[in-house]
């Protein structure tokens, strides 16, 4: 048996999956997508079935990529249950999704969650009653508490067996006969084709679902006229769009259902959320508060980090040192042992002081709905080069790490803001290409100009989002974002959350890691370096006019950003670089380490986040950058 | 007084009149259950060209600038 929870988002439908969902939940991606949902088996007083849990939705209707994909798997994998879970403190709005959900005609239980919350703002919902007038059972729980979870389970294995599917709602007289008019049209042998009832796939067409109607259009392309017609039969008589006449129809009979339903009681204190946000969303003290939260977040991950980090590389080194000792230095079995041991304790290097104290940090502030807040704050500045508000939670972090910024963009919902802000924060100087600027430019040719680079970085991430943005439109109207109220976190559902994000980690970019970095051993090994530098010198010295012993410290800053910089003292044969250096080599050599490829533990990431492609794309990208603007940089010289 | 949504002070509650945004506009609205002649309350507004707060259906939702210029409302004078 398998039941798929959906819900609007916020509704509390990952707290609901969590307190029942095993360690073997698997997270799998909807086919050619990068967006996941989870599956779990479940075994509840011996009876077993699997639970999915899908993104959540506000609206059967919408061009939402990942919206659509979840009302897809409804219809096409069709669940023998659907577990609607509604917030109980917006009754009125999670409704109008019950209501589309019950055209689908696939068995449904309403779980009214987040009960406690309705009561204390004054809203008394009467159950039975609610109950009656869908014809499914409805449950009222407490997710986070797993309080009335064994009662929902039970009724929803109930409901499956006997198939209830509940009571249609029907809208006024005239939408009726428009609509019942059109589903007899459109006949249920084209409907089943669609894995719909006809009655909802009419309504559907109403209200010009793009995806249905391109559908129908294939099957039955004459009745496209005729579906014209009715839309402006609807919209001429009620003086507005065809599609905006279904919604508000639907609207008014939620509210009606409300009404009915639910008491409210007036309340004489501010809630909570009114009070806190008074001053997390003040128009200065909220930005002051946000720089806070960042500040403080950026530095428990990266200077408590760095304590943690120092210990463990040491301890790997002198491992191998030791079995340099033991195996011969020189020999091809140590060159393997010794990559293997440098990919692993990067990975672990990496893992353990930064990644989970910023996976932690990261869930902590989405579970207590600050990240709607600080996207709301951020709104105008990150939209105008193409970015949500949210993304400025990744691109502060970038500066201390890469891979956890990576990582962070899985907060966006949508996968063209993922794949931008990803290929975006990648363009960021982490803390070791900081090392890079702070090594050459800001000692050798001062402060002053080791700002302008960062400054420069700026404009470049800037403009590259502008590019980018305009081949990737924003297809979307713009921010449209529901402020959820705060939560206390469960620590179970944030342990867990962690774990998953990392394990993509271990599974996908470690690997990376570890096989990269046993060839640049092997490199070494057989002294392919002169080879390296030979093939590369048309590019570092012709086109960069670098000396082309760099060619090879340019491919080991692939493997970490900062051996670009140690081997460029064994490349060089020197640390004083400026006595082999000239200004001009330095500022371009910094600029396109600053710049190109990411690192391999990054681009691992970028993989596991937006697939082959778009990590193949981001080092195309990157690469394009850093040789466009270290060639700039060298005009520039060549002019003054 | 009839303005749009961007223009309402903070504080005022005002009732949605129209929606001049194209079908996306109108459906991801309308999920949130925002819809004509529903009532609202504003309390932020954007300025800088930053977005509009509301409280509307006993939730907050956040709408950029740029929306909440296609959004017309009835600002509700007395109260």
Known sequence: ?640 | MVTTLERVKEGMSAVVRQVYGGHRLRQRLGGLGIHVDDRLKVLRTGFLGGPVLIAIHGTQVGIGHGMAKKIEVEVIEDE
């Open chain 1, 1 to 640: 048996m398998r039941i798929a929870l959906v819900g609007q988002p916020n509704c509390g439908k990952s707290a609901l999956f969590n307190s029942v969902a095993g360690y073997k939940t698997i997270v799998s991606n909807f086919p050619g997508t990068t967006v996941d949902y989870a599956t779990s088996r479940i075994n509840l007083n011996g009876v077993s079935f699997t639970l999915v849990d899908l993104p959540g939705i506000y609206s059967v209707s919408t061009s939402e990529r990942e919206e659509v994909l979840a009302r897809q798997y409804l219809i096409k994998e069709r669940p023998d249950l659907v577990i609607n879970i509604l917030d109980a403190s917006v009754l009125s709005r999670s409704l109008e999704l019950t209501l589309e959900l019950l055209e689908l005609k696939i068995p449904l239980v309403v779980c009214l969650n987040m009960i406690d919350e309705a009561a204390k703002k004054g809203v008394e919902i009467d159950v039975d009653h609610l109950a009656q007038d869908l014809g499914v059972p409805v449950i009222p729980t407490i997710a986070v508490r797993g309080q009335g979870v064994p009662e929902l389970f039970h009724s929803a294995v109930e409901t499956a067996k006997r198939g209830n599917t509940g009571t249609i709602h029907f809208l006024s007289l005239d939408v009726e006969r428009v609509i019942s008019e059109l589903a007899d049209l459109l006949g249920t042998a084209t409907a089943s084709k669609l894995g719909v009832p006809k009655r909802f796939l009419a309504i559907r067409l109403l209200e010009q679902d793009e995806e249905f109607e391109q559908a129908v259009r294939e099957i039955h392309p004459g009745i496209m006229g005729e579906v014209e017609r009715l839309r402006t039969l609807l919209s001429e008589c009620h003086g507005r769009p065809s599609d905006m006449v279904v919604s508000s129809e639907r609207h008014s009979l939620a509210m009606n259902l409300f009404e009915h339903v639910a008491k409210v009681r007036p309340r004489g204190a501010k809630p909570l959320r009114e009070q806190i946000d008074r001053y997390l969303m003040h128009p200065y003290l909220g930005y002051v508060f946000l720089a806070g939260v960042l500040f403080t977040f950026f530095w428990m991950v990266f200077s408590l980090g760095k304590h943690v980090e120092e210990p463990i590389l040491t301890l790997f080194d002198q491992a191998a040192a030791y079995l340099g000792a033991h195996l011969g230095k020189e020999s091809l079995l140590f060159t393997v042992v010794n990559g293997l041991i440098q990919g692993f304790s990067g990975g672990i290097g990496i893992v353990l002081p930064y990644l989970i104290p910023f996976l932690l940090g990261l869930s902590l502030l989405e579970d207590i709905g600050y990240l709607p807040r600080a996207a709301f704050l951020m709104d105008s500045i990150m939209h105008s080069i193409g970015l949500h508000g949210k993304s400025i939670i990744p691109f502060v972090l970038s500066y201390g790490c890469n891979v956890p910024a990576i990582m962070g963009v899985r907060i966006l919902e949508r996968a063209r803001d993922r794949f931008l802000t990803a290929v975006l924060v990648t363009l960021i100087p982490c803390a070791a290409r900081t090392t890079i600027i702070f090594a050459l430019v800001a000692f050798y040719l001062g402060p002053f100009k080791a700002l302008l680079l960062y400054v420069l970085n700026l404009v470049v991430i800037a403009v590259a989002g502008k590019i980018l943005s305009h081949y990737m439109p924003d297809v979307s109207p713009g921010m449209i974002l529901e402020m959820p109220s705060y939560k206390l976190p469960q620590p179970s559902a944030v342990v867990r959350k962690v774990w998953f994000r990392l394990r993509e980690f271990i599974l996908i970019a470690w690997p990376i890691l570890i096989a990269g970095s046993v060839i640049l051993s092997l490199l070494e090994y057989f002294q392919l370096a002169e080879r390296i530098n030979g093939i590369l010198s048309l590019f570092t010295s012709g086109l960069l006019g670098l000396p082309s012993a760099v060619g090879i410290t340019l491919i080991f800053g692939i493997l970490r950003k900062e051996l670009a910089i140690i081997m460029l003292v064994q490349a060089l044969g020197t640390s004083t670089f400026s006595s082999v250096m000239t200004e001009e080599q330095m500022m371009v050599f910094t600029v396109f380490s600053l710049f190109y490829i990411p690192c391999l533990a990054t681009l691992g990431m970028l993989r596991s986040t937006i697939g082959n492609r778009g990590m193949l794309f981001t080092l195309c990208f990157t690469t394009a950058i850093g040789a466009l603007m270290a060639l700039a940089v060298r005009a520039f010289y060549w002019a003054y």
